[in-house]
C-alpha cells in the first residue's frame, strides 16, 4: 500500500501528497484533489468485506492528519509521518470511552503533569478504538487541567490493548485501550493544551464524508448529494470547510445511513433466506445488514449528526424578518 501510494491517498489531498508517485504514476500527488479520494474510497467497498475496509487503515486516516496538522515540532511531526506511511509503524485515534460514547467532551481519561512539567501521566480507558489491537502510536483525547487536549501516546508499559469482538470482522482491530500511569513527554501535545477539541473536529468532516461515500448503496440522491460537497471541498480552503461543510457533511451521513437502513430492509426482504446466509446469492446481502449499522454510529451517531446540522444552519441563517 505505500509503495503504490494507498497510504498516503486514504488521508485526502494536502502537502504529504507532494512528490508521491500514486498507482505508478497514474495520478501525480500534487494532482490528487476530493473527487480521487472519494473514487479510493468507494472503490474500497467493492470488496464487499467491511472488515477489510476498516482493517486497511481506517484508524490511520482519522488520526496521522491530527499529528500532521498540529505537532509542534516540524522535525518530530516528519519522523511520525515517515514512519507510517512507509508502513512500518501504524496509528489510530483514541477518542471513544464506553462512558461518553459521541460526546466527546464527556471523556475520562486524564493526563496530570509531573512536578517537574516535563511529562504527562495519563489514566484512563478508550473503547472501539478502530485498529487499536495492532498499533503503535495512539492520538488521544484527555482531560487535562482546564480542558480537553490531545497527546500523542506511543505503546510502551502500562499501555494495553485487548480485542473487541464485533459483529463483521477482526481484521478491523478494534481494541479496548487501558492507560495505567502511562508516562508522555509534553512536546507530544498536539496543538495547545485544553483546546484539544479544535485537533478533534477539525477531522470528523473528512472521516464522515469518508464514511457517506463507503456507506452509499448506489442511490442516486446520496451519490449526487455528496458529490455536490466533494465539488465545494475542492474549491474551499481547510479552514473555511468546518465553517461552512460541517453541517451539510453531518446531514449527509446522518442521511445515507437512514437510507441504508430502508435498503438493507427492503433487500432482505426481497431475497428472502439467501439474505440470511453468508455465502451464495444473498452473500452481499447478508454482509451488508449486518454491518451498514456501523456507519451508522461511528464518527457521530445520526442523532448527533442531525442536531449538528440542523444547529450549523440555524447559527448561519441570516437574521431577517418578514
Known amino acids: 500500500m505505500s509503495k503504490k501510494g494507498i497510504l498516503h491517498m486514504r488521508l485526502g489531498p494536502g502537502k504529504h501528497m507532494h512528490g508521491v508517485d500514486l498507482m505508478d504514476g497514474a495520478v501525480k500527488g500534487e494532482d490528487f484533489d476530493y473527487f480521487h479520494d472519494l473514487i479510493v474510497g468507494q472503490e474500497m467497498t467493492r470488496a464487499n468485506a467491511r472488515g477489510f475496509q476498516d482493517g486497511n487503515m481506517a484508524g490511520m486516516t482519522i488520526s496521522l492528519t491530527a499529528v500532521l496538522q498540529f505537532a509542534n515540532d516540524e522535525e518530530w511531526k516528519n519522523k511520525i509521518a515517515k514512519e507510517v506511511f512507509s508502513g512500518e509503524k501504524k496509528i ?28 504527562y501521566i495519563v489514566n484512563g480507558t478508550k473503547k472501539w478504538i478502530t485498529n487499536g489491537v495492532f498499533c503503535d502510536y495512539f ?36 481494541a479496548y485501550v487501558t492507560f495505567d500511569n502511562v ?13 484539544g477539541l479544535q485537533v478533534i473536529l477539525s477531522n470528523f468532516n473528512h472521516e464522515r464524508w469518508m464514511m ?80 451498514y449499522k456501523f456507519d451508522a454510529i461511528l464518527g457521530g451517531a445520526e442523532e448527533i449528526l442531525g442536531d449538528l446540522g440542523v444547529r450549523q444552519a440555524m447559527k448561519n441563517m441570516p437574521k431577517s424578518m418578514l
Not at 483514541?94 to 503533569?113: C, L, M, Q, Y
Not at 482531560?143 to 494495553?160: H, M, W
Not at 448506489?218 to 460541517?246: K, S, V
Open 183 to 195: 508516562k508522555v513527554p509534553v512536546e507530544n501535545l498536539l496543538g495547545k493544551e485544553n483546546k
Open 92 to 119: 489510530c485515534l483514541a477518542i471513544t470511552e464506553a462512558f461518553a460514547g459521541s460526546d466527546v467532551a464527556g471523556i475520562r481519561t486524564t493526563a496530570e503533569k509531573t512536578a517537574d512539567g516535563k511529562h
Open 139 to 174: 492520538v488521544t483525547g484527555v482531560k487535562t487541567e482546564k480542558g480537553l487536549s490531545v497527546l500523542l501516546i506511543k505503546r510502551q508499559e502500562g499501555l494495553e490493548t485487548s480485542a473487541i469482538k464485533t459483529s463483521y470482522s477482526p481484521a478491523a482491530g478494534t
Open 212 to 291: 457517506a461515500g463507503a456507506v452509499i448503496p448506489h442511490c442516486e440522491a446520496n451519490q449526487a448529494w455528496i458529490e455536490n460537497i466533494t465539488y465545494q471541498m475542492t474549491l474551499m480552503p481547510y479552514a473555511q470547510q468546518a465553517t461552512h461543510l460541517a453541517g451539510p457533511i453531518g446531514l449527509l451521513k446522518m442521511f445515507s445511513t437512514r437510507s441504508a437502513h430502508e435498503i438493507a430492509d427492503e433487500a432482505v426482504q426481497v431475497f428472502g433466506g439467501r439474505a440470511l446466509t453468508r455465502t451464495g446469492m444473498g452473500a452481499t446481502i447478508e454482509m451488508f445488514h449486518r454491518t
